[in-house]
């Protein structure tokens, strides 16, 4: 469903003094073996190095973000496994070397029901949206809009529009990207591309081109909402409940993580939002939490 949401996360050693003293990056601080409960004074977290607006070695990643935070909260020292994410194999073999392998112990972006790995309860909620050239006034506002069949759209590989856009017939007039497979390249190619005139509109995931939109002001985001695309067909939703990801059988990390989300949601949101992440309900847009 993701850009790496099929994506994302987050040095030479670091000493990061944003948040508290206590935090420590580390280049591939490992303790080996440990379980997450067994190491109560340090929260491991794996992360891709260099996949803004995700993460990156220097913090500045909206993942990093929320990691300083829930650190603080539990008191622990704040570690990370730096690991590609757009590599072979992509989020799963991420997830395989990383978190399975015990290496780290908690993932900051997890999709919420995802039977991949164990998850906390979500603590933020976000979506797909199109993104256009103000200056363009055809009414986009759904992925059935008769607009579309007149545009040239840009979409993520293997993400959730890809079958609506198969299964409308607009595949002929679609440009595929693969930033989440593409290591060298940024998410703000997308938010490039519409702005150069490459295509018409692009489909993406909100919280990986969020971080840009204050450099494209001449750009307009709409949600994508849900639709039934035929009769007896189920409803395609837009819009997913992300959580953090621990291994299956970690309950007392993800107990401790569940009650960081519950006392410190203002804290999270704030992360989420001074990074450009947007909150959605699946019909519309929001200020506050779902």
């Given at each position: 469903m993701r850009l790496g949401i099929s994506t994302r996360l987050a040095a030479a050693s670091i000493f990061f003094t944003a948040c508290a003293s206590h935090i420590v990056l580390a280049k591939n601080d490992e303790v080996a073996g440990a379980d997450a409960s067994a190491v109560s004074n340090v929260l491991r977290v794996c992360a891709d190095p260099d996949y803004l607006?995700?993460?990156?070695?220097n913090g500045e990643g909206f993942q990093n973000k929320v990691a300083e935070v829930v650190a603080k909260a539990m008191g622990r020292k704040l570690s990370y496994v730096w690991e590609s994410e757009r590599g072979q194999g992509g989020f799963t073999n991420f997830l395989a070397d990383t978190l399975d392998a015990g290496r780290c112990d908690v993932v900051m972006d997890f999709p919420h029901g995802d039977e991949e790995d164990g998850y906390t309860k979500p603590y933020y909620q976000s979506a797909y949206v199109f993104v256009t050239r103000k200056s363009d006034n055809r009414a986009v506002t759904a992925m059935t809009s008769p607009a579309?069949?007149?545009m040239k759209i840009g979409?993520?590989?293997?993400?959730?529009?890809?079958?609506?856009i198969k299964m409308l017939g607009l595949i002929d007039n679609a440009v595929v990207f693969n930033v989440a497979e593409s290591p060298r390249e940024s998410p703000?190619?997308?938010l490039q591309a519409v702005q150069d005139g490459q295509v018409d509109v692009m489909i993406t995931w909100q919280p990986a081109i969020g971080y840009f939109l204050k450099d494209y002001p001449d750009l307009r985001v709409r949600?994508?909402?849900p639709e039934q695309y035929g009769p007896?067909?189920?409803q395609v939703n837009y819009a997913y409940k992300m959580s953090m990801g621990v291994r299956k059988n970690d309950n007392n990390l993800?107990?401790?993580l569940d009650k960081v989300i519950d006392t410190h949601r203002a804290e999270l949101d704030a992360a989420l939002n001074d990074s450009g992440v947007k909150f959605y309900t699946g019909r519309h847009?929001?200020?506050?939490?779902?």
């Open positions: 607006p995700f993460s990156n070695r579309l069949a007149e979409f993520q590989d293997d993400t959730t529009p890809v079958e609506a703000r190619a997308m949600e994508v909402p007896g067909l189920p993800k107990e401790a847009s929001v200020n506050e939490p779902f």
